[in-house]
Nanobody
């Protein structure tokens, strides 16, 4: 079973920070690129926005323009966890954040999901004063 487990969401004021975690199965660690996506309130699953991705050895990292300079994605092999550090949060960052995994045969990553993408259950992030 391919199980991704997110944690770290919560309520934060504008300008605040949160760190999201995604626990990745051992068997997938070296073979899957990991990405973070968010689903804003009122949006459908097909309207999820990819915000960041990281290849299986951190050589490739990509961010969507709206989070560049504010979000940082990283991998920790010791605990098989991918992190998304979010700084200077804005109300428009509110949504359910999903961790996703895609099989890669190189060290690249992509912000595009496919029918073969594995998804976590999501964690709620609310930015509000």
């Amino acid at each position: 079973q391919f199980l991704l487990v997110e944690s770290g969401g919560g309520l934060v004021h504008p300008g605040g920070s949160l760190r999201l975690s995604c626990a990745v199965p051992d068997f997938a660690w070296n073979y899957y690129a990991i990405s973070w996506h968010r689903q804003a309130p009122g949006k459908e699953r097909g309207e999820r926005e990819a915000v960041a991705c990281i290849g299986n050895n951190e050589e490739e990292i990509t961010y969507t323009d709206s989070v560049k300079g504010r979000f940082a994605i990283s991998r920790n092999a010791a605990d098989r966890t991918v992190y998304l550090l979010m700084d200077n949060l804005k109300p428009e960052d509110t949504g359910v954040y999903y961790c996703a995994a895609d099989r890669r045969f190189d060290r690249s990553c992509s912000l595009e999901s496919t029918p073969s993408t594995f998804w976590g259950q999501g964690t709620q992030v609310t930015v509000s004063s």
